[in-house]
């Protein structure tokens, strides 16, 4: 039973009640006529009614209904015809104002859907331009890479050393070499062509004076 009734609760159905309806001169007259009874079925029949796919009745239910409230069939075929609340086409009945309620509710709720359909659009798009700019910044960047590697490797700083020292044109020990190229390796291990070229230089007349004062002073 519990599990039945928590079915129930699901599947209804969600319509606006506005907070001064009684003050509307139609169920003023209703209730004038008909007293809170007549209101009440009125807005029983509005339950109803909301809870079809087309918010339309037929006219025999009333009846049905009439037993189940326990009132009468009077009553409630007065409520649908005499108060101008709603309307009656052949062999049925519906609330202009629930349908025109109901139509605009599904209006916006479809501008609703439309609206973030259109955003997710836009932001899948947007994503999928940043992966596509990543992709090809990516392919560049491995490009270029493999044309360094095809490309002449630039001189290491080893290299850059020993050309450098090959053009000095005083005699530096070669024991005074391999010692200060690996120390200045070791302290410059990411150091930039341009400045390697600086630094070498000034480094070679360095140890080109230590050695020349050195074989001086012996």
């Known amino acids: 039973m519990q599990g039945n009734k928590s079915s129930k609760k699901k599947d209804a159905y969600y319509f606006s009640h506005d907070a001064n309806a009684q003050d509307d001169h139609k169920c003023m007259h209703l209730i004038e006529e008909l007293g809170m009874e007549g ?23 009333l009846r049905l209904f009439a037993i189940r409230w326990r009132t009468s069939q009077e009553n409630v075929e007065a409520v649908v015809n005499n108060f101008n609340l709603f309307v009656v086409e052949k062999d049925f009945f519906f609330s202009l104002r629930l349908k025109r309620s109901m139509e605009e509710k599904t209006a916006r709720a479809l501008n609703s859907i439309n609206h973030r359909w259109k955003n997710t659009n836009v932001q899948q798009s947007n994503n999928a331009r940043n992966t596509t700019d990543i992709r090809k910044d990516t392919i560049k960047g491995k490009e270029s890479k493999v044309k360094e590697r095809k490309g002449v490797a630039p001189p290491s700083l080893r290299e850059n050393i020993i050309k450098t020292m090959s053009g ?42 230590k050695s020349t004062l050195k074989r001086l002073v012996l």
């Open 39 to 61: 209101y009440g079925i009125y807005f029983a029949l509005i339950e109803k009614l909301r809870s079809e796919p087309n918010y339309t009745l037929p006219y025999y239910v």
């Open 168 to 209: 000095l044109r005083k005699e530096i020990p070669p024991d005074v070499i391999a010692k200060e190229v690996d120390s200045l390796i070791n302290k410059y291990p990411n150091m930039k062509l341009p400045q390697q070229n600086k630094t070498i230089k000034e480094w070679a007349e360095r140890i080109n004076y």
